[in-house]
């Protein structure tokens, strides 16, 4: 099959990219629940997996695309300790809200 | 040989002081005493073989020891020149000097500190020495403020007393003053001839073509502003009085024989410089008669005999620098020998009166002492006519040459001097009325020991006075031997001798007049009525200014002291807490600024991320933006 | 040997001082800084033989640090002030008690290092670290051994530490930049650049900055009384009398060659600040209550005559600059241990407390006299030959620079003889006051003898450090 | 590669020693074992080799970066054996985790290709997560671990999205390739923003201004043993990392070619003061020491930071630096380990008449503190001097004279402590004299003099 991408054009999966990323981000700065704001980091990263795709494609090159499964392999690796650090807040405090997390500071 | 004589000179002294300060405590007061005396007898004795030597060879001995400043373009040797000056002034001062350790040693014998006394007064003859055999500027100054720290320790030798401590501190910071103007002086001149050497500089200075007349006048003036402090001129001369805290034997040597005429010799060594430097004379001069009426007027009203004595000290010595200013040095040399005679016989007669009433000085409480010490009235007595003026007492001639050399270079400067002597000669003889006459006003308790005392101290006095009789002497008008012997030390004629016309003798006459007048008013006021000084409160008009010496001490504390020490408090209190307070403002400020930062640290991750992004954001754009 | 040989000898001195435990510790800090003293003496006599005693090794090789020490007759005169001073300095402390005496002594030893090393340095870098060497000793002097309250002290030694660093920084700044300049750190190397006259303006500044705190001269004086009088009086005397005279000589070797056309060209203006010191330092020296902070601002008074004395840049203000460093360095010890002598009966610095102590102590009272007198700089005292050349080099820039410095003839007659006055004149004392000791005596004894020796025959000094003073003018006036 | 290999394998043999009940041995034998890569590492001195199709490089520069990293680690290990003395079973967990960490370190600064510094830095980054929360019972830990979890991954989120930008510009991962063609001519804006991004997402790492927020409370909050890994090992290692893609991808050249070199210089000389700057500020208040190290070592980021702006040249000071700033910091953080071990907090009032009680350890950290404030004799001091010295060259003056000013200020918070063990008295007595911490502090501190006085042992490395 022919290169996709000459009929839609990289800048525009760029874009996309660009746009879910962000939407990550704002997920993260404005979300308090602290599952919500892993979940948006995932969307960052999804972003950037997609993007990373769409680049192997317009490269005519497979990295792009193993790199996706380390990525997503360390985003587990990652969630996993996040999630089991969020477990034993929970168990402390009874919340897991990220509000609650500014005893230090100053 | 001339360096051990000149060293054996020196140092015999500076023996006597070092023996008495380690040993004298234990070696008992009498033998401390005679050390200190022998050793300044030693010294006098090799003075005389020096005298003997200069008199025959008739020119001086140039003796250095080592290298001891060197800056680059003067180098300044540590040597000593024995010439007619420096071993005339050893004459008096070493002869002098021996006397009065003699006297002392009978006047101090009471006191526990002795040996310090004497260690002190033998210190003070070293450094006398030193000041008057230097061979350049740098080891007078040496002399200079030995000697003043010598007066420093003897005028504060009792030290319990704070007055008298204070007395001592002024007398050394306002000769400070003058040394202050002496070396600016050196400097001047070293930096002018590259010498402080008195034979260099004088082969320098008479050679010179186109020389820098204003410096050198300046130069002049500042040697003459040390020679005020040395020698209580005006304005300088408030120190003198308040020294009469010391023991008697030191007013009489340090503070009118000997110290007191450093400023004289030094003015005389340096003859060549002054007499370039005309506008300084004038100034010498005018200074020299104010001072001496200046002082001669509060003299009229103390009541304190020591303070007399100081006061009259003070308007001798501007009589000198008035002989000094027209240029007559061999005059002022003259005054200078005559004036030690017979000051410090009136200074030691006054001794031994304050030690017959042990340690009354005021003379309101005396009186009537002519039968219990007749040695010591006979003795005071000559020397008040000595310094009187009155005829064939050697104060006549010194005082009546000083007065025609006045006459001859200005008449308003004459009036001020004889009107000076005619002063002299009333509270002098003021003074003897009030001691030796009419009965004894002091307490019955004092009444009873009152005795003459020991020979030990008459001795000194008699000799004294022979001396102040005879001493004139070695100068008489007409045919001088002193103008001769000095003739080598001045640049120009030795000062035109006064072949004895009319006008001198109508001039010797006036003279003679005025002092016997004085001594007239005295005995009217104080033996015919007898009227007696009144006690301080009703002193009132004009002899109360007097009395309180114009109030100069209250305007120079108000003027000088005061303000140094408001300034000083002002620099404690304001500028130095200013300057810390303003460096550690800059910790307070930085740890303010952290203060804040805290609370940016808030510990909200929300915070945190949105700065975090901020950051990012920033970053990029401004890359875009550059592009 | 060479010159390292003292420092060695003074560095091994330090640790064996501190191993060997409290009870030793004063004597072996003695006995080793005696040992330095005669090694720096028998040096002297190789130098002045006209053997080699300089060292030269490189040490690191990029940037390219080399340890370099060179002993000129300067050097080595700043060296025997120390090597002649700490001996005295230790053994006037016999008297006292310290707690953990051990670290006390071996910090004083590191500190006696570190200010030689200073003096002998001719490595810029080098020289910057012995200079920061000797700061960190005194810091812990004075704070751990130091008296009055504590929170005070604290506050005291902090600001000067910071205070002298923040200058040093700078220097090193300088020294960086001049390195990029010549490529090496070397003296010699650096005195070849000739540099901007901007360039110069700058780096004198950044030199300035470090030697007028340090020194100091005013307005950056504000550390000095407190430190002086918060320190033990073993701390003060090294501050005084040797620390002190870091900052001069460094200006004399440093500041001075290195930016001898900003030298020339802002020469009054620190003239001017030296001399305004001199009458800032005698007038707040009047109203002092501590007799410690009075002291202080009278070395105040002096270091701003001699710094003075070392801008006019001629031979004579340079060579009186080092003799009156020399002098005052031992004056200002011996009247900081009078202070101390006072302490240790009186348990007081306050002059109002004491008074009526010469009746009850003779012996004290001259030596203190003499001492007192030598630092108004009597003639026949070794201050007077510093003071009068000194004095003599400004009247040459400008008479009344000679004037204005002049007065602390007179200033500093008042205020110490009121001192003298108030602490030891006076209707006798009720407390008791024993003569000095044996200890003390000899002390005093030595520091008076050295006085009145070189008074009267300076010599010996003037020659040893006249040429080295010439090679520096020469690079001073080579364009 | 050997090295990484044998540390890997180093760290399974811990797990393994714990299924094998041999918790003693664990400390001294992983000790040995590190010091054998230590020997691994140095035989592969010298010797540029890259494996498995340029994965690993290895260089000069890997090699010197992995020894220090390994010295860190077995000072770490050392303390760990008192650390965490009261909960034994989960020691093998904790060493073992540090050792992979130091696998992930090594990758980090011999990476030949983006996805093999990905992993590193996600190691490196997931093991800290691990031990910042390893308190677990704690609150403050707790949170510590989240806030750099949310963090970290939020940063590494940002790496990987610069990766990404990166490899759609040049199209490739591997490091020396994109070296070669960062110098062509028409590069897409793309390249320089994913640069951006990758060093931004280092900067966190590193913990400069404005990315550092994270630290403080995060130092503060972990486990103590933990703060002093985060800010010796991993700091070093994030600077010495952010080094590497600066000047392995041949940024600067590439930068200039599109004249964005100006640009960049501006960006790191305004970040490497505000870090330094309000590194120094912050701290001057701090009570709680860790915390007030953070700042310091927010303030030494700064002064890192300074290298970037001398890439070609600056890698031995950079060495030097890393290495001087990190002893130092393991001499304090033995010290504060000793005093705080039975505190729940580490306030300055801990080490009142520390002086007094236990002078040896006091003036240890007098020593690591001069270090860090830069008087001579101590390695901060030639750090600073060496990275002043290089910066001038380079002509950047201006940001000397703020540093200098810089570690004016910091003297002050460094005295803080000073004082506060020397002039106040002791509030506790404290007993034991445990001979690993003992021994770490010594050794660690006499590392540090011993390169200062020899500076050259290892500025000569990369030089």
């Given at each position: 099959?022919?290169n996709?991408l000459?009929?839609?054009g990289?800048?525009?999966?760029?874009?996309?990219?660009?746009v879910?990323?962000?939407?990550?981000?704002?997920?993260?700065?404005?979300r308090?629940n602290?599952?919500?704001v892993?979940?948006?980091?995932?969307?960052?990263?999804n972003?950037?997996?997609?993007?990373?795709?769409a680049?192997s494609?317009?490269?005519?090159?497979?990295?792009?695309?193993v790199?996706?499964?380390?990525s997503m392999?360390?985003?587990?690796?990652e969630?996993?300790v996040?999630?089991?650090?969020?477990v034993s807040?929970f168990?402390n405090?009874?919340?897991?809200s990220i509000d609650?997390?500014?005893n230090?500071?100053g | 040989?001339d360096?051990?004589?000149?060293l054996i000179l020196v140092?015999?002294?500076?023996?006597?002081?070092?023996?008495?300060v380690?040993?004298g405590?234990?070696l008992?007061?009498?033998?401390?005493?005679?050390?200190?005396?022998?050793?300044?007898a030693?010294?006098f004795?090799v003075?005389l073989?020096l005298f003997?030597?200069?008199?025959?060879?008739?020119?001086g001995?140039?003796?250095?020891?080592?290298?001891?400043?060197?800056?680059?373009?003067l180098?300044?040797?540590?040597g000593?020149?024995?010439?007619?000056?420096?071993v005339l002034?050893?004459?008096?001062?070493?002869?002098?000097?021996?006397?009065?350790?003699?006297?002392?040693?009978?006047?101090?014998?009471?006191?526990?500190?002795?040996h310090?006394?004497?260690?002190?007064?033998?210190?003070?003859?070293?450094f006398?020495?030193?000041l008057?055999?230097g061979?350049n500027?740098?080891?007078?100054?040496i002399?200079?403020?030995?000697?003043?720290?010598?007066?420093y320790?003897l005028?504060g030798?009792?030290?319990k007393n704070?007055d008298?401590?204070?007395?001592?501190?002024?007398?050394f910071?306002?000769?400070r003053?003058?040394?202050?103007g002496l070396l600016?002086?050196?400097?001047?001149?070293?930096?002018?001839?590259?010498?402080?050497?008195?034979?260099?500089?004088k082969?320098?200075?008479?050679?010179?073509?186109?020389?820098n007349?204003?410096?050198?006048?300046?130069?002049a003036?500042?040697l003459?502003i040390?020679?005020c402090?040395k020698?209580?001129?005006i304005?300088?001369?408030?120190?003198?009085?308040?020294a009469?805290?010391?023991?008697?034997?030191?007013?009489?040597l340090?503070?009118a024989?000997t110290?007191?005429?450093a400023?004289i010799?030094m003015v005389?060594?340096l003859?060549?410089?002054?007499?370039?430097?005309h506008d300084?004379?004038?100034?010498?001069?005018?200074?020299?008669?104010?001072?001496?009426l200046v002082?001669?007027?509060?003299?009229?009203?103390?009541?304190?005999?020591k303070k007399?004595?100081a006061?009259?000290?003070v308007?001798q010595l501007?009589?000198?620098f008035?002989?000094?200013?027209?240029?007559a040095?061999?005059?002022a040399v003259?005054h200078?020998i005559?004036?030690?005679f017979?000051?410090?016989?009136l200074?030691?007669?006054?001794?031994?009166?304050?030690h017959g009433?042990?340690?009354?000085q005021?003379m309101?409480?005396?009186?009537?002492?002519?039968?219990a010490?007749?040695?010591?009235?006979?003795?005071?007595l000559?020397s008040?006519?000595?310094?009187?003026?009155?005829?064939?007492?050697?104060?006549?001639?010194?005082?009546?040459?000083i007065l025609?050399t006045a006459?001859h270079?200005s008449i308003p400067?004459y009036?001020v001097?004889?009107v000076?002597?005619?002063?002299t000669?009333?509270y002098?003889?003021r003074?003897?009325?009030?001691?030796?006459?009419k009965?004894f006003r002091g307490?019955?308790?004092?009444?009873h020991?009152?005795?003459?005392?020991?020979?030990?101290i008459?001795?000194?006095?008699?000799i004294l006075a022979i001396?102040?009789?005879?001493?004139?002497?070695?100068?008489?008008?007409g045919n001088s031997?002193?103008?001769?012997?000095?003739a080598?030390?001045?640049?120009?004629?030795?000062g035109?001798?006064?072949h004895?016309?009319t006008?001198e003798?109508?001039?010797?006459?006036?003279?003679?007049l005025?002092g016997?007048l004085?001594?007239l008013?005295?005995?009217?006021?104080y033996?015919?009525?007898?009227?007696?000084?009144?006690s301080d409160e009703?002193?009132?008009?004009?002899s109360?200014?007097l009395?309180n010496?114009?109030y100069?001490?209250e305007v120079y504390d108000?003027?000088?002291v005061?303000p140094i020490?408001?300034?000083s408090?002002?620099?404690?209190?304001?500028?130095?807490?200013?300057l810390?307070?303003l460096?550690?403002?800059l910790?307070?400020?930085t740890n303010?600024?952290?203060?804040q930062?805290?609370r940016l640290?808030?510990g909200?991750?929300?915070?945190?991320?949105f700065?975090?992004?901020?950051?990012?954001?920033?970053i990029i754009s401004?890359i875009?933006?550059?592009q | 040997?060479n010159?390292?040989?003292?420092?060695?000898?003074?560095?091994?001195?330090?640790?064996a001082?501190?191993?060997?435990?409290?009870?030793?510790?004063?004597?072996v800090?003695l006995?080793?800084?005696l040992?330095?003293l005669?090694c720096s003496?028998v040096l002297?006599n190789?130098?002045?033989?006209?053997?080699?005693?300089?060292v030269?090794?490189s040490w690191i090789?990029?940037p390219?640090?080399s340890?370099?020490l060179?002993?000129?007759?300067?050097g080595l005169a700043?060296?025997?002030l120390t090597a002649?001073?700490?001996?005295?300095?230790?053994?006037?402390?016999?008297?006292?008690?310290?707690?953990?005496?051990k670290a006390?002594?071996?910090?004083?030893?590191?500190?006696?290092?570190a200010?030689?090393?200073?003096?002998?340095?001719s490595?810029?870098?080098l020289?910057?670290i012995?200079?920061e060497l000797a700061?960190?000793?005194i810091?812990?002097?004075?704070?751990?051994w130091?008296?009055?309250?504590?929170?005070e002290?604290?506050?005291?030694v902090?600001?000067f530490?910071?205070?002298?660093?923040a200058?040093?920084?700078f220097m090193l700044?300088?020294f960086?930049?001049?390195?990029?300049k010549a490529g090496?750190f070397?003296?010699?190397d650096?005195?070849?650049?000739?540099?901007?006259?901007?360039e110069q303006?700058?780096?004198f500044?950044a030199f300035?900055?470090?030697y007028a705190i340090?020194?100091?001269?005013?307005p950056?004086?504000?550390?000095?009384?407190n430190?002086?009088?918060?320190?033990?009086?073993?701390?003060t005397?090294?501050?005084s009398?040797i620390m002190?005279k870091m900052?001069?000589y460094?200006?004399?070797r440093?500041q001075?060659p290195?930016?001898?056309?900003a030298?020339?060209?802002?020469m009054?203006?620190?003239i001017a600040?030296?001399?305004?010191g001199?009458?800032?330092?005698?007038i707040v020296?009047?109203?002092q209550?501590?007799l410690?902070?009075?002291?202080?601002y009278?070395?105040l008074a002096?270091?701003?005559?001699?710094?003075?004395?070392?801008?006019?840049?001629?031979l004579?203000?340079?060579?009186?600059?080092?003799?009156?460093?020399?002098?005052h360095?031992f004056?200002?010890?011996?009247?900081?241990?009078?202070?101390?002598?006072i302490?240790?009966?009186?348990?007081?610095?306050?002059?109002?407390e004491m008074?009526?102590?010469?009746?009850?102590?003779?012996?004290?009272?001259?030596?203190f006299l003499?001492?007192?007198l030598?630092?108004v700089?009597?003639?026949s005292?070794?201050?007077?030959v510093?003071?009068?050349?000194?004095?003599?080099s400004?009247?040459?820039i400008?008479?009344?620079?000679?004037?204005?410095?002049g007065?602390?003839?007179?200033l500093g007659?008042?205020?110490?003889?009121?001192m003298f006055?108030h602490?030891?004149?006076?209707e006798?004392?009720?407390?008791?006051?024993a003569?000095?000791t044996?200890?003390?005596?000899i002390s005093?004894?030595?520091?008076?003898?050295?006085?009145?020796?070189?008074?009267?025959?300076?010599k010996?000094?003037?020659?040893?450090i006249t040429p080295?003073?010439?090679?520096?003018?020469q690079?001073?006036?080579?364009? | 590669m050997?090295?990484l290999?044998?540390i890997?394998?180093?760290g399974i043999?811990c797990?393994?020693?714990?299924i094998?009940?041999?918790?003693k041995?664990?400390?001294?034998f992983?000790?040995?074992g590190?010091l054998?890569?230590?020997?691994?590492n140095?035989?592969?001195?010298?010797?540029?080799q890259?494996?498995?199709?340029?994965?690993i490089?290895?260089?000069k520069?890997?090699?010197s970066?992995?020894s220090?990293?390994i010295v860190l680690?077995?000072?770490l290990?050392?303390?760990s054996?008192?650390?965490?003395?009261?909960?034994p079973?989960?020691?093998?967990?904790?060493?073992a985790?540090?050792?992979f960490l130091?696998?992930g370190?090594?990758?980090m600064v011999s990476?030949g290709n983006?996805?093999?510094?990905?992993?590193?830095i996600?190691?490196?980054?997931?093991?800290l997560?691990?031990l910042?929360a390893?308190?677990?019972l704690?609150?403050?830990?707790?949170?510590a671990?989240m806030k750099?979890?949310?963090m970290?991954?939020?940063?590494s989120?940002?790496i990987?999205f610069g990766?990404?930008?990166?490899?759609?510009?040049?199209?490739?991962f591997?490091?020396?390739?994109?070296?070669?063609?960062?110098?062509?001519?028409?590069l897409?804006?793309?390249?320089?923003?994913g640069m951006i991004?990758v060093?931004i997402?280092m900067l966190?790492k590193?913990?400069?201004?404005?990315?550092h927020?994270?630290?403080?409370d995060?130092?503060?909050g972990?486990p103590a043993?933990t703060?002093?890994?985060?800010?010796?090992?991993?700091?070093v290692?994030?600077?010495?990392?952010?080094?590497?893609?600066?000047?392995g991808?041949?940024?600067?050249a590439?930068?200039?070619?599109q004249?964005?070199l100006?640009?960049?210089?501006v960006i790191?000389?305004v970040l490497?003061?505000?870090?330094?700057s309000?590194g120094n500020i912050m701290a001057?208040?701090?009570?709680?020491v860790?915390?007030?190290?953070?700042?310091?070592g927010i303030?030494h980021?700064?002064?890192?930071l300074?290298?970037l702006?001398t890439?070609s040249?600056?890698?031995?000071?950079l060495?030097?630096y890393?290495?001087a700033?990190?002893l130092?910091?393991i001499?304090?953080?033995?010290?504060i380990?000793?005093?705080c071990?039975?505190?729940d907090n580490e306030?300055?009032t801990?080490f009142?008449g520390?002086?007094?009680t236990n002078?040896l350890?006091?003036?240890i950290?007098t020593?690591s503190?001069?270090?860090?404030?830069g008087?001579p004799?101590?390695?901060?001091?030639?750090a600073k001097?060496f990275?002043?010295?290089?910066?001038?060259?380079?002509g950047y003056?201006?940001?000397?004279?703020?540093?200098?000013?810089?570690?004016i200020?910091?003297?002050?918070?460094?005295?803080k402590?000073?004082?506060?063990?020397?002039?106040?008295?002791?509030?506790?007595e404290?007993?034991?004299?445990?001979?690993?911490?003992?021994a770490?502090?010594v050794?660690?501190i006499?590392?540090n003099?011993?390169?200062g006085l020899?500076?050259?042992?290892v500025?000569?490395?990369?030089?």
């Amino acid at each position: 099959m022919g290169n996709i991408l000459n009929q839609i054009g990289i800048e525009n999966y760029i874009f996309l990219s660009v746009v879910l990323f962000c939407i990550g981000i704002f997920g993260v700065l404005y979300r308090r629940n602290a599952i919500i704001v892993f979940m948006s980091i995932e969307i960052m990263l999804n972003a950037v997996n997609l993007l990373f795709v769409a680049f192997s494609t317009y490269h005519q090159d497979a990295q792009g695309q193993v790199f996706v499964f380390f990525s997503m392999a360390v985003a587990a690796a990652e969630v996993a300790v996040g999630l089991a650090i969020l477990v034993s807040i929970f168990r402390n405090i009874g919340s897991i809200s990220i509000d609650n997390l500014k005893n230090l500071k100053g | 040989m001339d360096t051990n004589l000149a060293l054996i000179l020196v140092l015999t002294p500076l023996l006597g002081f070092l023996v008495n300060v380690f040993f004298g405590k234990s070696l008992g007061k009498t033998a401390s005493g005679a050390i200190g005396t022998v050793a300044v007898a030693i010294s006098f004795v090799v003075s005389l073989l020096l005298f003997n030597q200069i008199t025959s060879t008739g020119k001086g001995i140039q003796v250095t020891l080592f290298d001891w400043i060197q800056i680059s373009n003067l180098k300044i040797n540590l040597g000593f020149l024995l010439d007619q000056l420096s071993v005339l002034w050893l004459l008096f001062v070493t002869g002098i000097g021996s006397l009065i350790h003699l006297y002392s040693i009978s006047y101090m014998h009471d006191d526990e500190n002795m040996h310090k006394f004497f260690a002190y007064l033998n210190l003070f003859v070293f450094f006398m020495i030193t000041l008057v055999i230097g061979s350049n500027l740098l080891v007078l100054f040496i002399g200079w403020e030995g000697v003043g720290l010598c007066s420093y320790l003897l005028i504060g030798f009792w030290h319990k007393n704070q007055d008298y401590n204070d007395a001592a501190k002024k007398a050394f910071i306002m000769n400070r003053i003058g040394d202050l103007g002496l070396l600016i002086g050196m400097f001047i001149i070293g930096s002018m001839f590259s010498t402080l050497d008195y034979a260099t500089l004088k082969t320098a200075i008479t050679g010179a073509t186109n020389l820098n007349l204003p410096l050198l006048s300046l130069a002049a003036l500042c040697l003459f502003i040390g020679a005020c402090g040395k020698s209580a001129q005006i304005p300088l001369y408030t120190w003198l009085p308040d020294a009469m805290a010391g023991p008697t034997p030191v007013s009489a040597l340090i503070h009118a024989a000997t110290m007191v005429t450093a400023g004289i010799f030094m003015v005389t060594r340096l003859n060549f410089v002054f007499d370039l430097a005309h506008d300084v004379q004038n100034v010498i001069a005018i200074i020299g008669a104010i001072t001496s009426l200046v002082a001669a007027t509060i003299g009229l009203v103390q009541t304190d005999i020591k303070k007399v004595l100081a006061y009259s000290t003070v308007s001798q010595l501007g009589l000198m620098f008035l002989a000094l200013g027209f240029g007559a040095y061999e005059v002022a040399v003259f005054h200078v020998i005559t004036h030690a005679f017979f000051k410090a016989c009136l200074f030691l007669g006054s001794g031994s009166v304050i030690h017959g009433l042990h340690g009354e000085q005021d003379m309101r409480n005396m009186g009537g002492l002519r039968k219990a010490m007749p040695i010591t009235f006979w003795t005071m007595l000559i020397s008040s006519l000595a310094i009187s003026g009155v005829p064939f007492f050697s104060g006549f001639f010194s005082k009546d040459e000083i007065l025609l050399t006045a006459f001859h270079h200005s008449i308003p400067l004459y009036v001020v001097g004889s009107v000076a002597s005619i002063m002299t000669a009333f509270y002098m003889f003021r003074l003897m009325f009030l001691t030796f006459f009419k009965e004894f006003r002091g307490t019955e308790e004092q009444k009873h020991h009152l005795h003459e005392s020991g020979s030990l101290i008459t001795i000194p006095l008699i000799i004294l006075a022979i001396l102040a009789t005879f001493g004139g002497l070695i100068s008489l008008p007409g045919n001088s031997w002193l103008n001769h012997y000095l003739a080598p030390l001045f640049t120009k004629v030795a000062g035109e001798e006064h072949h004895l016309g009319t006008t001198e003798y109508t001039l010797m006459g006036v003279a003679v007049l005025g002092g016997l007048l004085g001594i007239l008013i005295a005995y009217i006021k104080y033996f015919k009525q007898d009227n007696f000084p009144e006690s301080d409160e009703n002193i009132t008009g004009l002899s109360k200014v007097l009395y309180n010496k114009y109030y100069v001490d209250e305007v120079y504390d108000a003027v000088f002291v005061q303000p140094i020490n408001s300034l000083s408090k002002f620099f404690r209190d304001y500028i130095e807490t200013g300057l810390s307070a303003l460096v550690f403002g800059l910790g307070k400020v930085t740890n303010e600024i952290a203060f804040q930062g805290k609370r940016l640290q808030s510990g909200s991750i929300g915070l945190y991320l949105f700065v975090f992004v901020l950051g990012m954001c920033a970053i990029i754009s401004y890359i875009f933006l550059a592009q | 040997m060479n010159v390292s040989t003292i420092l060695i000898i003074l560095l091994i001195g330090a640790f064996a001082t501190y191993f060997s435990g409290d009870k030793l510790a004063s004597k072996v800090a003695l006995l080793f800084s005696l040992a330095a003293l005669g090694c720096s003496i028998v040096l002297l006599n190789n130098y002045n033989a006209g053997e080699n005693i300089s060292v030269i090794n490189s040490w690191i090789t990029q940037p390219k640090i080399s340890f370099a020490l060179n002993a000129d007759g300067l050097g080595l005169a700043m060296v025997l002030l120390t090597a002649a001073l700490t001996p005295i300095i230790i053994f006037s402390s016999f008297g006292n008690e310290y707690k953990n005496a051990k670290a006390f002594y071996g910090l004083i030893l590191f500190m006696a290092f570190a200010m030689t090393g200073t003096f002998l340095a001719s490595d810029g870098l080098l020289y910057y670290i012995f200079w920061e060497l000797a700061l960190v000793p005194i810091y812990f002097i004075a704070l751990i051994w130091g008296n009055g309250d504590a929170e005070e002290r604290r506050k005291a030694v902090v600001k000067f530490f910071i205070y002298t660093l923040a200058g040093s920084l700078f220097m090193l700044t300088a020294f960086i930049y001049l390195y990029t300049k010549a490529g090496s750190f070397l003296i010699e190397d650096l005195y070849k650049l000739n540099l901007s006259a901007f360039e110069q303006f700058w780096i004198f500044l950044a030199f300035f900055l470090a030697y007028a705190i340090k020194i100091p001269i005013i307005p950056f004086h504000t550390w000095q009384a407190n430190v002086y009088q918060k320190a033990p009086t073993v701390g003060t005397m090294l501050l005084s009398g040797i620390m002190l005279k870091m900052g001069l000589y460094s200006v004399l070797r440093w500041q001075l060659p290195l930016a001898p056309t900003a030298a020339k060209e802002y020469m009054y203006i620190f003239i001017a600040l030296g001399i305004a010191g001199v009458i800032y330092g005698s007038i707040v020296a009047l109203r002092q209550k501590d007799l410690k902070k009075l002291l202080a601002y009278s070395s105040l008074a002096h270091v701003g005559l001699i710094a003075a004395a070392s801008y006019t840049l001629t031979l004579d203000g340079l060579r009186g600059a080092v003799l009156q460093m020399i002098a005052h360095g031992f004056v200002v010890v011996g009247l900081f241990f009078a202070a101390e002598v006072i302490f240790r009966r009186y348990e007081t610095r306050n002059i109002a407390e004491m008074g009526g102590i010469r009746a009850q102590s003779p012996k004290f009272t001259s030596m203190f006299l003499i001492l007192v007198l030598a630092s108004v700089a009597l003639p026949s005292t070794f201050n007077f030959v510093g003071e009068f050349t000194v004095l003599y080099s400004l009247s040459q820039i400008n008479i009344w620079f000679a004037i204005l410095g002049g007065t602390t003839i007179i200033l500093g007659a008042y205020y110490m003889l009121r001192m003298f006055q108030h602490v030891m004149l006076g209707e006798t004392n009720s407390k008791a006051f024993a003569d000095v000791t044996l200890n003390e005596g000899i002390s005093f004894a030595v520091i008076i003898a050295v006085l009145l020796f070189f008074g009267f025959y300076p010599k010996p000094i003037t020659d040893l450090i006249t040429p080295s003073l010439e090679t520096i003018l020469q690079v001073i006036n080579k364009n | 590669m050997n090295t990484l290999i044998a540390i890997t394998g180093l760290g399974i043999f811990c797990l393994l020693f714990e299924i094998l009940n041999l918790r003693k041995a664990i400390v001294p034998f992983t000790i040995l074992g590190l010091l054998g890569v230590l020997a691994i590492n140095f035989c592969e001195f010298g010797m540029e080799q890259s494996y498995y199709n340029n994965m690993i490089t290895v260089s000069k520069f890997s090699t010197s970066f992995s020894s220090l990293f390994i010295v860190l680690t077995i000072f770490l290990v050392a303390l760990s054996h008192n650390f965490y003395h009261n909960h034994p079973t989960k020691i093998s967990d904790y060493v073992a985790i540090k050792v992979f960490l130091l696998a992930g370190a090594v990758a980090m600064v011999s990476f030949g290709n983006l996805a093999m510094f990905f992993l590193g830095i996600e190691i490196l980054s997931i093991a800290l997560y691990v031990l910042a929360a390893s308190d677990r019972l704690n609150i403050k830990s707790n949170e510590a671990g989240m806030k750099y979890f949310l963090m970290g991954s939020f940063a590494s989120g940002i790496i990987l999205f610069g990766i990404c930008l990166i490899y759609g510009a040049m199209g490739s991962f591997d490091i020396s390739e994109i070296h070669e063609s960062a110098l062509s001519a028409e590069l897409p804006i793309w390249f320089p923003i994913g640069m951006i991004l990758v060093v931004i997402g280092m900067l966190f790492k590193v913990a400069a201004v404005p990315f550092h927020f994270w630290a403080p409370d995060v130092y503060e909050g972990s486990p103590a043993l933990t703060t002093a890994l985060m800010s010796t090992l991993a700091k070093v290692v994030a600077i010495a990392t952010l080094f590497k893609l600066v000047s392995g991808m041949n940024l600067i050249a590439s930068l200039d070619n599109q004249d964005l070199l100006h640009t960049f210089e501006v960006i790191v000389v305004v970040l490497s003061i505000a870090s330094m700057s309000v590194g120094n500020i912050m701290a001057l208040r701090q009570v709680n020491v860790k915390r007030m190290l953070a700042f310091s070592g927010i303030s030494h980021a700064g002064f890192m930071l300074m290298t970037l702006l001398t890439v070609s040249a600056s890698a031995g000071v950079l060495l030097y630096y890393t290495a001087a700033y990190a002893l130092s910091g393991i001499a304090a953080f033995s010290v504060i380990l000793y005093v705080c071990r039975d505190h729940d907090n580490e306030d300055i009032t801990n080490f009142h008449g520390l002086g007094k009680t236990n002078p040896l350890l006091a003036a240890i950290l007098t020593g690591s503190l001069l270090s860090m404030a830069g008087i001579p004799i101590f390695s901060g001091f030639f750090a600073k001097l060496f990275l002043f010295n290089q910066t001038i060259q380079a002509g950047y003056i201006g940001l000397v004279i703020v540093a200098v000013i810089n570690s004016i200020i910091s003297v002050g918070y460094y005295f803080k402590l000073i004082l506060a063990m020397y002039s106040k008295e002791p509030n506790q007595e404290r007993t034991g004299r445990p001979f690993l911490i003992y021994a770490t502090a010594v050794i660690s501190i006499a590392l540090n003099i011993i390169i200062g006085l020899f500076p050259s042992l290892v500025l000569d490395l990369l030089n």
